[in-house]
């Protein structure tokens, strides 16, 4: 006699196994995140003084110390690079804006945090280059008006006010005036001489010159002053060679 047959038992559908999910890291993660973003910005802003435009990507992850696909997660181009850079800077110019605003002695303030702009353009020559000097830059210009010239028109009015600045004086003047003053390094390639050239500005900004302000003891003789004047524009500290 055949065994008898074994009941078969009714196929129950497969339960998913529930298994534990190793915990997240992802505050740690973030914060990985943001420390490899600051140390691309941070790299990039080197590099850029460094070497202008022709800077890369990569040059920019090589000095980072990353690899070139974290640049890009973060960044899709080089332009993206560039404008967190820019943001950056436009930060710290209108953190000064605002803080001389606040200043109770208006004119102090101004010639302040006008010394120090014009301290940061000196220094960062070839990232002002990536900056303004492509096709973003007039977009980049217009932000940065928009931002700083709120707390600038401010601080120019209470200067007024106090009568240490003189009434004629505008807000757009200010551009105006650190662009003359980067032209020296520009064109000198002295990094210290621009301090000079301000101090003369500051004078005749002055409602009541009074006495003149004391240059800094730095200044070109006739010989080179004269040779700098006439110098082709090809041939001045920074330009590219064609």
């Not at 200043?103 to 353009?121: F, G, M, N, R, Y």
């Not at 020296?184 to 210290?192: L, Q, S, Y």
Request: with cysteine; glycine share 8%.
């Amino acid at each position: 006699m055949a065994p008898p047959a074994r009941r078969e038992q009714p196929v129950r559908p497969e339960q998913p196994v529930r298994r534990k999910q190793p915990d997240r890291p992802d505050r740690p993660l973030r914060r990985d995140a943001e420390r490899n973003r600051r140390r691309i910005v941070s790299a990039a802003h080197e590099v850029f003084r460094e070497r202008g435009t022709g800077a890369t990507l990569d040059d920019v992850a090589a000095r980072a110390g990353v690899g070139v696909g974290t640049v890009y997660r973060r960044f899709a181009n080089k332009e993206e690079l560039v404008d967190a850079l820019f943001d950056d800077m436009i930060d710290n110019v209108e953190a000064l804006s605002r803080e001389a605003a606040a200043a109770p002695d208006a004119w102090h303030a101004l010639a302040t945090s006008l010394e120090k702009v014009c301290e940061i353009q000196a220094f960062d020559r070839g990232l002002r280059e990536v900056m303004l000097g492509t096709g973003q830059g007039p977009k980049r210009e217009a932000r940065a008006h928009e931002r700083i010239k709120p707390a600038v028109d401010q601080l120019v009015a209470r200067a007024k006010e106090q009568g240490t600045l003189r009434q004629d004086f505008k807000g757009v003047d200010l551009p105006m005036i650190q662009l003359m003053v980067a032209a020296i390094t520009d064109h000198t390639g002295h990094p210290e001489l621009w301090r000079r050239y301000l101090r003369l500005l500051l004078d005749g900004m002055r409602a009541a010159p009074g006495a003149a302000t004391p240059l800094p003891g730095f200044a070109l003789g006739d010989g080179p002053a004269e040779a700098i004047a006439t110098r082709p524009a090809r041939d001045r500290p920074g330009s590219t060679p064609e």
